[in-house]
């Protein structure tokens, strides 16, 4: 039996799950409810509170307090597909206060012809803020975000990025 290991937070953008494993985040979650429901599904998995989700938890509360830039904590991404990872990746590389579109990253990627794969990658992301997927918008609009678009739009005000 695996283990995972958890810290919560209550923030001004709503609850956030922080869910490590051995060799670093796996999943940010918003709202309880989707919590819940990840934890039903991680049949094999053993899932106790703190551990290494401590640190990033705080890395977390800092960034939405306005008071942090960049994470430093370990991801465990492993579980994505290559060009999933490859895209996780590539998103990490946008600086904060900095947007890129889906055709953008994808021409970046080598792949000018698969925005819609990149967005359905970016959709994907388990671990948003940390992999800042709110980051990558649409050629048109704000486009979507897998945690409501509601957050995607504080956390690009929180960087500046939209007012």
């Not at 599904?41 to 703190?50: E, H, L, S």
Request: hydrophobic share 40%; aromatic share 8%; glycine share 12%.
């Amino acid at each position: 039996m695996g283990i995972l290991t958890y810290s919560e937070l209550s923030t001004q953008i709503g609850d956030i799950f922080v869910v490590a494993t051995d060799r670093g985040i796996c999943n940010v979650i918003f709202n309880r409810g989707r919590f819940e429901d990840f934890r039903k599904g991680v049949n094999g998995y053993k899932i106790n509170i703190g551990g290494k989700a401590k640190v990033p938890a705080n890395e977390i509360n800092l960034y939405i307090k306005g008071k942090l830039k960049k994470f430093s904590s370990n991801l465990d991404i492993s579980w994505g597909t290559p060009f999933q990872i490859q895209v996780w990746e590539k998103i990490m590389d946008i600086p904060y206060g900095q947007v890129i579109t889906y055709k953008k990253l994808a021409e970046k990627l080598g792949k000018p012809n698969a925005a819609r794969a990149v967005g359905n990658a970016v959709g994907a992301n388990p671990i948003p803020i940390i992999i800042p997927c709110h980051r990558v918008v649409a050629s048109n609009g704000i486009g979507g975000y897998s945690c409501g678009i509601e957050i995607k739009k504080m956390l690009l005000e929180l960087e500046g990025t939209i007012s």
